[in-house]
């Protein structure tokens, strides 16, 4: 299976601060890698498929890029409701295998 | 409006079973493959199954492979997960979501349910 390595595993960050998270495959994807939101007690969120396709109704402060093997989520101005833990996903091939994630926190 | 609901989760003994259902509405049931995440106390997300539009075709995680069974019935929308010889390390809220392609292999996942809670515990 393909592993999946994301960094960092939390962050602290204060509103309107610029955060990247990054995701690592063990093996190349293409660009077949989506980033997830999920809340507490919530079900995740689709931001971005495709590596860099933003979902509808996703604010264009998140954006995505990279492709092979290295990937990012960039928020470019943090917002109060951005405060959630990102998940990366690959599903290149299955099984799909999710990144750890990154919780990121108020700081 | 995509709907995904969630049901079967409960207290099970390890060695246990139960069968999972997600209904779905709001969209052609029959053209998007499916899919079962799980996530366990305060535990990361990970992927469980995945089945295509028509059923042929599944897939499954090392983790629940032989012990897991995805399977659908198109003419109920609804999903399912069997699952058998229950471990305690299969105790997670359980989500059905639902791909965002309708070819097999997917692009993601792009609407959830709201989960069911599976407690494997003696």
């Known amino acids: 299976a393909i592993q999946m390595t994301q960094s960092p595993s939390s962050l602290s960050a204060s509103v309107g601060d610029r955060v990247t998270i990054t995701c690592r495959a063990s093996q190349g994807l293409g660009d077949d890698l989506g980033w997830y939101q999920q809340k507490p007690g919530k079900a995740p969120k689709v931001l971005i498929c495709d590596a860099s396709t933003l979902q509808s109704g996703v604010p264009s402060r998140f954006s995505g890029s990279g492709s092979g093997t290295d990937f990012t989520l960039t928020i470019s101005s943090l917002q109060p409701e951005d405060f959630a833990t990102y998940y990366c996903?690959?599903?290149?091939?299955?099984?799909?295998?999710f990144g750890q994630g990154t919780k990121v926190e108020i700081k | 409006e995509v709907q995904l609901l969630e049901s079967g989760g409960g207290l099970e003994q390890p060695g246990g079973s139960l069968r999972l259902s997600c209904a779905a509405s709001?969209?052609?049931?029959?053209?998007?493959?499916m899919n079962w995440v799980r996530q366990a106390p305060g535990k990361g997300l990970e992927w469980v199954s995945a089945i295509s539009g028509s059923g042929e075709s599944t897939s499954y995680a090392d983790s629940v492979k032989g012990r897991f069974a995805i399977f659908r019935d198109n003419s109920r929308n609804t999903l399912y997960l069997q699952m058998n010889s229950l471990r305690a390390e299969d105790t997670a809220i359980y989500y059905c979501?639902?791909?965002?392609?309708?070819?097999?292999?997917?692009?993601?996942?792009?609407?959830w349910g709201q989960g069911t809670l599976v407690t494997v515990s003696s």
């Open positions: 979501g639902k791909d965002l392609s309708s070819s097999w292999g997917g692009k993601g996942l792009d609407y």
């Open positions: 996903l690959q599903d290149h091939s299955h099984p799909w295998t």
């Open positions: 709001g969209f052609t049931f029959s053209t998007y493959a």
